[in-house]
């Protein structure tokens, strides 16, 4: 289960809607509660993405559309930042412009670099016409070979 505030929310949903129709991304920062993750922050960072990471042969390198590249010195960054409040990166975010909230498989096989527990949060937020949408969280199962749905539940 992902617990997130509602300013939590709304910061990914404004990060998507600005970046639209590239894909944002970023990290959630708060603490494990048991089998729930508590987001306290959440931690915009820049997309990346500049063709240094081919996951499909047809990929064209230039576009930002439909993936996202979280650079491993940004992912350090939140880490220090993180630790520096007793607090953990439990997740990322990434957004789907016009595409509903559901993996792809090229987020598959993304995430498997992007590491983490057996309990970090792979959120997407679904961007449709530049206003944003859903929002939906997932954990990777059985040894990173799919994508299973978690609760998300907004806290005031
Ligand atoms: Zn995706």
Redesign the pocket.
Known sequence: MLQITSEVAATIAHHAEVTYPD?CVGLLIGRLDGAAKIVLFAYPVENRWAGQVQLAENDDPESQR???YLDPRDYLRADREARARDLEIVGCY?S?PD?PAI??E??RVGSQAVGGGTSFAFA?QSVQAGKAAGLTSWLLVEEGTRFAAEDVVVSP
């Open positions: 894909e439909d993936r996202f990434h789907h595409h993996p792809s090229r987020d997407i």
